[in-house]
């Protein structure tokens, strides 16, 4: 790096001092390098680009406070190290909040489902609850009981055909109520 400027010293001051020129000769000669290192950090060349960009730019912001105790390359590559670690705990922060969010969204979706799950059950329990008393009966021992429509036939001394009918009617009005409401 052939520099314009008599050493480092005066070089820092002049960046100091506001000299764009300096800050010129300072993006010309190390850009490049940082910009591979933070490559190598963030193996992504936009998102190193972004690290790089806001070293040279906070440098730039912060001019008048610098203080550089090593040589100016190790206080450059030490800077774009830096803001690599904040911009990712920021967005190791930000994936955090994300999956917070996501989770209590997930959640409040799963809680109205209930919701609404127990209001269709209510909603079936009453219209069952209305059905003609045998209607009601034979339903209950098919659907609640588990009992085969033979086996209803057997117990209420009915026909299949006369279960058949009276599930059939059941479904019917419950479908057509559930369905004339939503």
């Known amino acids: 790096m052939k520099s314009p400027f008599n050493n480092s010293k005066t070089f820092i001051n002049e960046l100091k001092f ?17 910009l591979l290192y933070a490559i190598s950090l963030t193996n992504d060349e936009a998102k190193a680009e972004d690290v790089v960009q806001e070293t ?4 730039w912001q912060q001019r008048a406070s610098l203080n550089i105790h090593t040589s100016l390359k190790n206080y450059l590559y030490k800077s ?4 690599f670690i904040k911009g ?14 996501t989770f209590e969204t997930l959640e409040e ?19 069952i609850e209305a ?9 209950l021992l098919s659907k609640k009981e588990g009992l085969l429509y033979k086996e209803i036939g057997d117990e209420l001394n009915i026909s299949v055909k006369t279960v058949e009918t009276q599930i059939s009617k ?13």
Request: proline fraction near 1%; charge should be positive; glycine fraction near 2%.
């Open 56 to 59: 040279m730019v906070n440098l």
């Open 131 to 139: 059905l003609p008393s045998r209607c009601k009966e034979i339903f």
């Open 170 to 182: 059941a479904f019917s009005f419950i479908r057509k109520e559930v369905l004339s409401k939503d």
């Open 18 to 34: 506001g000299n764009e020129a300096a800050y010129q000769f300072l993006f010309t000669n190390f850009y490049s390098d940082l």
């Open 88 to 101: 990712y705990r920021k967005r190791k922060s930000e994936l955090r909040l994300i999956e917070k969010l």
């Open 80 to 83: 774009v190290y830096h803001s």
């Open 109 to 127: 979706t799963l809680d109205e489902d209930k919701i609404i799950q127990q209001e269709r059950l209510n909603k079936v329990q009453s219209l």
